[in-house]
C-alpha cells in the first residue's frame, strides 16, 4: 500500500473514531437528561441502543487490522494503530456505562426530589467533561492537556467518595428506602468508571506521541 493512501486511511480511521466519540458524548448528555428529569422512556430508548456502537466498534476495528495487516507499519505508525484500538475500547464502555445507568432508571425507584441525584448529575456532568476533552486531546495530540485530563480524574473520584458518604447517611436515615439508595450507588460506579476511560484515553494520545505509557490510572475497569 504506497504511503500516501496509507496516510489516507489514517486519516479516515481518526474521523471513524472522532465520530464515535462524539456519538458517545451525545449519549452521555441524554442520560444526564434523562437522569435529572427521571425520564424512563428516554433512559429506555438509550439502554437499548448499544448494538448501533457496538456495530461501529467492530467495523472500525476491522479497519485497524487491515491496516496492520496490508501496510506492515513502521513502529511509530503501529504504536498509533495500537493506541486507536485501546482508545476504541474505552470510547465503547463509556456507552456502555450509559446505557448500564439508563438500565437502572427503568428498574429502579429513584426520588426525583432527592439531593443526592442532583449531586449524582453534577458528577456525570464532571465526567462528561473529562470525555470531552479527552476525544479533544485525541484529535490535538497535546501531551500537557492530555496530562491536565488525567489529572482532572481526581474531581470526579472526590465527588464519588462525598456522594457515597452522602447515600450512606440517606441509608442510615431512611432504612426503608435501602434498595432505592443502593440503586445511586450503582449508578456513581458507572459514572466514576466514564471519567476512568477518560483519563484511559488521555493515557493512550500520551504513548502515541511518546511512546511511553504513563499508566496514570490502576483502577479496576
Not at 500500500?1 to 456519538?23: Q, S, V, W
Not at 462525598?162 to 435501602?178: A, H, S, W, Y
Not at 511512546?211 to 490502576?218: E, Q, R, T
Amino acid at each position: 500500500m504506497p504511503r500516501k493512501i496509507f496516510d489516507r486511511e489514517l486519516a479516515d480511521l481518526i474521523g471513524e473514531m472522532t465520530k464515535m466519540g462524539a456519538d458517545v458524548g451525545q449519549r452521555i448528555d441524554e442520560t444526564i437528561t434523562a437522569l435529572r428529569t427521571l425520564d424512563l422512556d428516554k433512559a429506555d430508548r438509550i439502554a437499548n441502543s448499544d448494538d448501533e456502537i457496538d456495530r461501529t466498534e467492530h467495523r472500525i476495528e476491522k479497519v485497524c487490522m487491515n491496516l496492520i495487516a496490508m501496510q506492515q507499519p513502521v513502529a511509530s505508525d503501529l504504536r498509533m494503530i495500537a493506541a486507536c484500538l485501546k482508545i476504541l475500547t474505552d470510547i465503547e464502555r463509556v456507552a456502555d456505562q450509559c446505557a448500564d445507568i439508563c438500565d437502572i432508571l427503568t428498574v429502579g425507584e429513584l426520588n426525583s426530589n432527592s439531593l443526592a441525584i442532583t449531586h449524582v448529575v453534577q458528577m456525570m456532568e464532571a465526567a462528561r467533561d473529562m470525555f470531552r476533552r479527552a476525544m479533544d486531546v485525541f484529535l490535538s495530540r497535546d501531551v500537557g492537556t492530555a496530562h491536565e485530563v488525567c489529572k482532572s480524574d481526581d474531581v470526579v473520584d472526590t465527588m464519588f467518595s462525598k456522594i457515597i458518604l452522602e447515600i450512606c447517611g440517606i441509608i442510615t436515615d431512611n432504612p426503608q428506602n435501602v434498595m432505592r439508595e443502593v440503586d445511586l450507588l450503582f449508578i456513581i460506579k458507572y459514572v466514576e468508571r466514564i471519567g476512568d476511560h477518560a483519563t484511559n484515553i488521555a493515557e493512550w494520545v500520551i504513548y502515541m506521541e511518546t511512546g511511553v505509557h504513563p499508566d496514570l490510572n490502576s483502577k479496576e475497569q
